[in-house]
């Protein structure tokens, strides 16, 4: 391994022009003057912490300690994005958090992470008119509601979704061809003309229609699905499903997208039927940018795992949302709104807070595996969060006894343990204020964070080798077989 050692501090944030809402929403916000100020304190708060060496190349097999859950294993190089988690720095492709969420937008994150470089005006126009168009799948809403998704947790409906999105796109990339159905869908016009029945036998019926013939080898299989027409589908069909569940759930039909919106703005009015203002718009997009990318997370892991096996990027990504949907991991947002509400009132958190250690459980939304500083993802959306919760009581309460929880967390578990908020202590808090359900914050997280997933397997593909660890069998070797009845 060849280990650089000073890297330069990334210059102060170049203030853009002044964000203006332009609209008349209560918030009047200066989300831009946050991410600004946010920065400095990170700057301020980290000076003294040297700066990190950083691996320039790896020669393998490399050399590394080993902790159980994998920790301080090396898996991968990768030139996608950057964790340090004693300076607190999160960096996609060179460029560091504070800077792409005070100048850009998801659709222009998302081409960075994906093809390496920003895109320009041209490319960005275009590939902000294909999100937009691949944010219509109807055909795999369809489908979904005929699963009865709206009974379905959020997340299991989204990845089923995600399968379905397979089934329609897998295999026919490649040769573009036109299928009418390979299978029964929801309503009339997706179901084409029943021909003969086969009967009781096989129960099966057959339908009029090309169908397509699975690719005789993995090798084409994956070469049909992992181009990079998939990821963008990925990253708008996220959206579609997750916006269309909460649509189900909420008993409304699915929307269609409307074309002068940008992704983070349809992603809202795909969910809420009502066109965001400019200031919410630009909120989602700050979110999304913040939880796109982060290093070899165990949802990044779990879709680069899949994808290793040479499966396809929809089985991959499907993996991803798995994984992402547990407590541990992206489930702890919800779980802060719950705690909260559960906490209820500031002069409550000394109380509730003895009562959770004393019963050893572990706080929603503090500590991470690798921050052993405060999160610069939490660092951003904590003061987002304090200020679009001004003037709703509700949320005011919310975010004093987060604050309050903070503090004492911080002063009982930062020093020894250093234990912080992480990025979703305050990510749940911002999107209730914006009216959005707890049961959309997980899949919200998905639907930033397949950006970052499609960017790594996409990456890791183009020098795969199938991951495959080791466990310590700590078992029995010389046990003799028993027969069933000497079982008891
Ligand atoms: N509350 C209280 N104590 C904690 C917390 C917490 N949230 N997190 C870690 N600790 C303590 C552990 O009890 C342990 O203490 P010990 O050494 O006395 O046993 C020590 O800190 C180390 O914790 P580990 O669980 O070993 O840390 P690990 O790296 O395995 O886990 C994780 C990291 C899963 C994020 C953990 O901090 C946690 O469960 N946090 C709460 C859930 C959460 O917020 N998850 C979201 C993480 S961010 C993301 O995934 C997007």
Redesign the pocket.
Known sequence: MKIRSGMNENPLVRLPKEFSSGDNSPMSINVTNIIVEARQKALEDTKNIPIPPVVEKVDWPVSCTVG??L?GAISAETKVGYVNGQKGWLVYRGYNIFDLCAHSNFEEVSFLLLHGRLPNAVELKDFQATLRSDLKINQSLRLLMSFDAEHLSPMAALRLGINLMRQRQTFRDKEGVVVVSGSIASDEDSIPMETLPKGEKEAIYSFQGQTYTRPASPGENLAASTEMDSCYRLIAGVASITAAIIRLRAGKMPLEPLEHLSHAGNLLYLMTGKEPSALETRIMDVSLIL?AD?GM???TFASMVVASTLSDIYFSIGSGVAA?SG???????E??IKMLQEIGEPENVTSWYKK??AE???????????YKAY?PRARILGPLAEAVTVGNPEMERIMATAKALEAL?VVE?GGE???FP????YSGIVYKAMGLPAEVFTPL?AVSRVSGWTARVMEYLERNRIFRPRAIYTGEFYEEFPSLESRG
Do not use: M
């Open positions: 159980p859950g920790e939880h982060h997370n165990a949802s992402l407590p541990l991991h992206g489930g702890a947002n779980e802060v959770a250690r050893k459980r572990k706080i929603p939304g503090f500590g991470h595996r690798v999160d967390v578990l343990k250093k234990i992480n990025v979703d202590f997280f």
